[in-house]
């Protein structure tokens, strides 16, 4: 689920770009603590198979699918936090050097065109 330029001129006019920053913080690590408790299923899953006598297939069921729920986690965990980090690299004004103060003017297909609340001098966020 990526966003396009119009998804983050969205969410960074309807938040701001503190809380959006904020939220996709929070999001990613929360689906880091989700890959960790996939990791405990995994590993639980593992030692059942080892203590059961019969119903293998269950077994290896419990793992594949702590296997993929871990796998897609930390995915994206990785995409949130990337792209948390891309978007806040270019939040601070290339006219006055404030950070984070923005006002959003434009949706762009390559992402969204904002100005600075302290001296109004506008640049483009890539996503």
Known sequence: MTRSGSAL???LQRLGFKRWYERQLLAGHAHLVLALLSLLALLGSFEAMGLAQGGRAWNWAGVLASASVGFWALRRYG???SQA???SLQATCPHCGTYGRLQ???ARPDGAEV???ACSGAWVIQD
């Open 79 to 81: 995409v949130l936090l």
């Open 85 to 87: 980090e891309s978007v």
């Open 9 to 11: 001129f969205d969410a």
């Open 115 to 117: 100005s600075c609340r």
């Open 104 to 106: 959003c003017l434009c």
